[in-house]
C-alpha cells in the first residue's frame, strides 16, 4: 500500500536526508490520492481547484512511501511518540484509514495513534476508537460559519457540528482536537468567540495560521498578523488552564485587544509562557515549520528550544503586543 509521509516525518526515520532543523516527534501519515481531495478548500493544495502539486499540505511537502517500510522505521524508532493518519476526500478513503490503522495494530508497532478526518458516521467513528485510535481530529479550519462557507470547506457548518458532537460522545471531549486556521477572513473578535464556544464544549483547540500556498486559489492572499495571532495563542493557553480571560478582553466593535495587565505580565516572565506559543495538539505533536520557514515569521514553535534560539523576536512581538493594549 503506498501512502504520503511528511518530508520532516522521513527524514526522522532515515528514509531521506534533508538535515531538518526540528525533527518532528509524530509521525505523520496522509492517505494516498494522485489527484489530491475532492473538497474545494480555496487554502489547500490537496483542493481539487488547486494546481499545486498534490504532494503538498499547507507548505509541506509530503512524498509517497510504501507503508510497510514506514511502519518498520516507525517501530524501530524510539522519539516516534505518536502516529498521525490524515485523510483526503475520495472514493473508499474511510477503507484506507481502516487499513492503515489495522497494518498498525498487525505490525505491533506500539505507538498512540490520532486520526484528522472530515466527517464520518458515529458508527465508523466508534470502529476507529476499538482498533485503537485515542484521540481524534477535526478541521473546522474556518472559524465562523460565513468564513465556512467563503473557504469553500466540504459539506455545511452544521454537519460539522453534528460530527463534533458525535466525537464527543464516541472519543469524550479531551480526546478531541478541532483545528482552527486563523487568517481566512474572519475578526478577532469572532475568532475569540469561536474558540469559547469550543472550549465550552470542552474539547481542545489547535491553532494554525493560514498560509499562502502557490497555485492555490487563496495563493495571493496575504498572511496575518503575528501580532494577532499571538494574542489568540495566549487566549487559548489561559482557557486550557481553566483562567476566565473575560476580564482580560476589550472588544470593541470587530476589534479585541488584550489587558496591559497581562501582556505586562507575560513579558516579566516569558519562560512562564512558553507553551501558549508551541504548536499545541495530541500528545507528541509538534508539526514543525507547518507555517512558516525556518527563518520565520514563526507563528507555532516546535519546541522550547527554538523559542530559545528565537527569544528575541518573540519577547519584540509581545511588546508590539503591549503598544495596541489599552
Same mark, same amino acid.
Given at each position: ?6 518530508l ?21 501519515i ?19 481547484l ?26 524501530? *524508532? ?13 472514493d ?16 505491533d508497532v506500539?505507538?498512540p ?13 466508534q470502529?476507529?476508537?476499538d ?11 474556518a ?5 465556512f462557507?467563503f ?7 452544521e ?17 478531541v482536537?478541532?483545528?482552527l ?10 475568532f ?14 489547535s491553532?494554525?495560521?493560514f ?47 488584550l489587558?496591559?495587565e ?17 504548536t ?40 508590539d503586543?503591549? *503598544?495596541?493594549?489599552?
Amino acid at each position: 500500500m503506498r501512502v504520503r509521509a511528511s518530508l520532516g516525518t522521513l527524514d526522522l526515520l532515515g528514509l531521506i536526508n534533508v538535515g531538518v532543523v526540528e525533527k518532528p516527534t509524530t509521525a505523520y501519515i496522509l492517505i494516498h490520492s494522485e489527484s489530491g481531495c475532492m473538497g474545494e478548500c480555496v487554502f489547500c493544495p490537496q483542493s481539487r481547484l488547486s494546481r499545486s502539486n498534490k504532494d503538498l499540505v499547507s507548505r509541506i511537502s509530503w512524498p509517497e512511501v510504501g507503508l510497510e517500510v514506514l511502519l518498520n522505521r516507525i517501530k524501530e *524508532n524510539p522519539t516516534v511518540g505518536r502516529v498521525c493518519i490524515q485523510t483526503v476526500i475520495k472514493d473508499f478513503f474511510l477503507e484506507d484509514v481502516l487499513r492503515i490503522v489495522s497494518s498498525l495494530n498487525d505490525g505491533d508497532v506500539g505507538k498512540p495513534i490520532s486520526v484528522s478526518t472530515t466527517p464520518i458516521s458515529k458508527e465508523h467513528l466508534q470502529q476507529l476508537k476499538d482498533l485503537g485510535v485515542d484521540a481524534l481530529g477535526i478541521g473546522f479550519d474556518a472559524a465562523t460559519p460565513e468564513v465556512f462557507k467563503f473557504v469553500r470547506k466540504p459539506y455545511s457548518w452544521e454537519h460539522y457540528l453534528k460530527f463534533l458532537n458525535n466525537s464527543i460522545d464516541v472519543f469524550s471531549p479531551g480526546k478531541v482536537y478541532v483545528h482552527l486556521i486563523y487568517g481566512l477572513g474572519e475578526s478577532d473578535v469572532d475568532f475569540f468567540n469561536s474558540m469559547t464556544y469550543f472550549k465550552n464544549l470542552g474539547v481542545n483547540i489547535s491553532l494554525f495560521s493560514f498560509t499562502p500556498v502557490k497555485g492555490t486559489l487563496s495563493s495571493g492572499w496575504s498572511r496575518p498578523s503575528v501580532i494577532g495571532y499571538r494574542k489568540m495563542q495566549i487566549l487559548r493557553y489561559l482557557m486550557d488552564l481553566g483562567v476566565d480571560v473575560s476580564k482580560y478582553v476589550k472588544v470593541r466593535g470587530d476589534k479585541l485587544t488584550l489587558s496591559r495587565e497581562l501582556v505586562n505580565e507575560i513579558l516579566y516572565d516569558v519562560s512562564k509562557f512558553y507553551n501558549a506559543f508551541i504548536t499545541y495538539g495530541c500528545p507528541n505533536c509538534n508539526r514543525p515549520f507547518y507555517n512558516e520557514g525556518v527563518r520565520g515569521p514563526h507563528y507555532n514553535y516546535p519546541s522550547k528550544e527554538f523559542i530559545l534560539k528565537n527569544k528575541d523576536r518573540l519577547i519584540g512581538e509581545l511588546k508590539d503586543l503591549l *503598544n495596541e493594549c489599552e
